[in-house]
């Protein structure tokens, strides 16, 4: 006897009473302890992966609903399916589906939105229906599966895993996959908001901006002295040092729109399917160039998680795919109006095929004097308690100087230390001296820059030493 709806008392989320059931035959089981344990764990850990990744989406977090999303979305398909093979009289997986499906019936029907809940339905349900669904998804393009069944993907269950979904076959999904840069007030104004990197700004302005506002110019330098425009730009180093602001500066100070990539979203079960997403956001991007007449920037940032490094020139099928479509995209992107920006830690964990189509590799290292001195002036004067110390030169110079190795992100940690140390003392000024006590408890934070420089013997632009 199978156990159906015990999902009646919930309203969303994953069914509370059944977990909770589940939790409790995992803590008494007996036999092999060690697995039941382990199950145990990891359905504790997947349920509370999903209230955060509901808090997030609640407050609108997007950058902490990617990071629960991937997770989420990557470990509740699989401890479902082994607690149902565990205890299948209580039929765990069909009766979870049920539960996410009912809260997506409260969904406006005019919102097209994909969303998580709807990757997770994809995810749980059985291979017979998966395959209904695909074939109903097939019939409402326009395409008969019983007489035309090329499209139509294996299930689940097949030894060669269901192809990716044609271009008649598009789901709402793949409207996620750009993401306009829209300016907040704590974004980069253009490259006068960054202090430092004057050798970077430069070279960005002499081999982007210049050739956007002086077409002519450029054409001329090109058939004079062979200086073409770049197809795009790599920007790699260390975590927290600036390639995400550099990007947005760079779109501000041209005034040309960036779109990122959500790599999070561009992920696909299918076959060749993470590979045909990137391509149908290029192709996305394309489209909006063609159609404003004007260039745009398609950012792809955390490349190394894209096209992880071929060993002895032998990889797997789908990071074949995945090289060769990035390979064209980058060859092709000038000519359609399209810049693409790179951004990874690891550099030398990227593609080499990749790595050499950039004509442009820089380098986005720790931040220097000027550099951080900038940076603690807006984190400063963001608080009202911060100001005086931000328009102190003498004081602030000692700031700078006591960060120095730090990165810009470990540099907003550091300010949020140091004012709460003021808070604690009667509410008062923030003061150079509050950044003493984190600066040398916070000494691991620091990061070994070498790690992540290449290892070309190409010098590489950064800041000066």
């Given at each position: 006897?199978r ?10 989320g ?91 019936k ?15 339905v ?12 695909m ?12 007489t ?31 993401e ?9 104004t253009?490259?006068?908001?960054l ?22 110019k ?29 990007m ?70 789908e ?102 140390i003021?808070?604690?003392d ?40």
């Amino acid at each position: 006897m199978r156990i159906q709806s015990i999902n009646n008392t919930v309203n969303f989320g994953y069914n509370k009473q059944l977990n909770d059931t589940v939790n409790k035959k995992l803590e008494k089981a007996k036999g092999n302890k060690e697995l039941a344990r382990t199950l145990l764990e990891m359905n504790r850990f997947v349920n509370t992966t999903e209230d955060k990744l509901r808090k997030a989406e609640q407050d609108k977090n997007h950058h902490l609903m990617d990071i629960y999303y991937d997770i989420f979305i990557n470990t509740k398909p699989t401890i479902s399916r082994m607690l149902d093979e565990r205890f299948p009289q209580l039929n765990y997986q069909s009766t979870e589906l049920s539960t996410y499906r009912k809260e997506l019936k409260q969904k406006d029907p005019k919102d097209d939105e994909y969303t998580w809940k709807d990757s997770i339905v994809d995810e749980l349900m059985d291979e017979e229906e998966f395959k209904a669904v695909m074939q109903e998804e097939i019939r409402a393009h326009g395409v008969d599966p019983i007489t035309d069944t090329s499209e139509i993907p294996e299930t689940k269950t097949n030894a060669k895993p269901p192809a990716a979904p044609q271009a008649h076959q598009k789901t709402k999904k793949q409207a996620e996959l750009l993401e306009k840069f829209t300016p907040t007030e704590y974004s980069p104004t253009g490259f006068s908001s960054l202090g430092g990197m004057d050798d970077i700004k430069e070279a960005l302005f002499d081999k982007v901006i210049y050739p956007l506002y002086y077409p002519e110019k450029a054409k001329l330098d090109e058939i004079e002295y062979g200086k073409k425009t770049p197809r795009g730009e790599l920007f790699y180093g260390p975590p927290g040092c600036g390639k995400t602001a550099i990007m947005q500066a760079l779109a501000m100070e041209s005034g040309i729109p960036l779109y990122n990539l959500k790599i999070s979203k561009a992920g696909s079960k299918y076959v060749n399917g993470s590979a045909n997403n990137v391509q149908q956001a290029y192709e996305q991007a394309a489209k909006i160039a063609e159609e404003s007449g004007k260039p745009v920037f398609l950012a792809m940032d955390e490349m190394e998680s894209m096209t992880s490094k071929r060993k002895g020139g032998e990889t797997g099928a789908e990071d074949d795919k995945m090289v060769s479509t990035l390979l064209q995209i980058i060859e092709e992107a000038r000519g359609r109006n399209v810049i693409i920006l790179g951004a990874t830690n690891c550099f030398d964990q990227l593609d080499d095929a990749i790595k050499s189509r950039f004509e442009d590799k820089i380098y986005i290292g720790l931040p220097d004097d000027d550099t951080r001195k900038a940076v603690l002036k807006v984190l400063l004067k963001r608080r009202t308690k911060g100001v005086p110390l931000s328009e102190n030169e003498e004081e602030l110079n000692k700031v700078v100087q006591l960060t120095k190795g730090f990165s810009n992100r470990d540099l907003t940690i550091l300010t949020d230390k140091a004012s709460l140390i003021a808070r604690k003392d009667n509410r008062r000024d923030i003061m150079a001296s509050d950044f003493i006590v984190p600066v040398k408890e916070n000494q691991n934070m620091k990061i070994k820059e070498q790690d992540y420089m290449s290892k070309q013997t190409r010098p590489a632009i950064g800041f000066a030493k």
